[in-house]
């Protein structure tokens, strides 16, 4: 069977989805079963003793943790995690102007293993290095902030812009996958896990339901969001992969 | 293709875990993609309005709220949902001693559409009445308290038995469902959402892992847990199916 029908669904892909309560975010592990090889995607700070945890009793060996942008909400557990397993390399978008082992961009693929192979797409607009990742024959995509279940990341800060935002979305995120592609976003404060792009396209009140790129600007600009608590502490040491300072 | 092959990774059953926060509950949300008729397994009172939203936005007609059994740590959504939705049904075991429209026993079957088939199993020893439900041809389980990731619910109070517990956790689940059949429980503290019977054979460190039953009798007396706070508050209103007193 060809490699690129390989899907969450598929017993090739070990998947795990991971909730962080504090900054209610989702970290996911992905594993390929033949090799046992595996990597984390947003791993946070405060998880990692459970993140390592569930990587060994699965019996797999971590490879890379991967962030989707430079996160200001929460501290990545990637610096931590290099410190405990010496073989692990970070991955970040060039883009995010942040310290990673690997530097990726548009197109990029990231692999571990036979059967994990994450393709990059450029999201930018929340942040200028935010990506989203395309999991084997377009059936999954870990979206980070740039689309989250019937919302997305602000665009207020970190180089954001609500019109790249919603030409990335729109285009390549709704325009470039199917309807039927899981979509594991970085954040819900909601308690739910997954949506897809269709339900995105038909129901986000931001970025779907037949909003113009105009009602978006102006919908992004009314929110009048408070500075982020975190991200004075989270942003210094986020660009460093999570290094102390 | 024959019904009994019906799985969550099957394009016919929609699926969606939702988390309750101030519990760590996980309501589950199964849809019959034919039929589009659903049921809720383990609502929550604070949660009933995004779980009827979920619903609606998926195109489902919620038919049946199923609960685990009579829960101590939180109010049960059903009775809210059957005020607000005439037509819909409760459900839950007829040794829990609870007010439902329908009461169950151990190989009853619980249907919704053409591809959402529950079997009922009984795994009682948290409480006299708590029940797992076994997805279609033993891919996926829901076993409420009776067996959590890497846990299991406490057995001191509400007519639990730890030697039952045992009996019924290592005989039907571990004994009965494959190694690959996942584990869907109703709460989990850490984070996780999803385990395997492979998994909690191997790794659970009471009910696992080659522990005897009189090991796991003296793991749970020693546990020494305080009264559960909201046992008060729930069990009156959930012995009536979430009615208000
Ligand atoms: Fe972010
Ligand atoms: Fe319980």
Redesign the interface.
Known sequence: RSIEKKSL?D?EVIF??????ESSTYTYLLGCAETRECLLIDPVLE?VE?DLR?VD??GLKLKLCVNTHCHADHITGSGEIKKMRKEVKSVISKRAGAMADVLIDEGDVVQVGTSVKLKCLATPGHTDGCVSFVLGDNTDVFTGDALLIRGCGRTDFQGGSSETLFDGVTGKLFGGLPD?CKVWPAHDY?????STIG?EKR?NPRLGAGKTKEEFVQIMKDLNLPYPKKIDASLPRNLKCGAEE
């Open positions: 669904s017993s795990r989805q991971l909730f962080e309560k998880t459970r569930v009793e699965l039927t909601k308690g739910r896990m997954v339900e129901l």
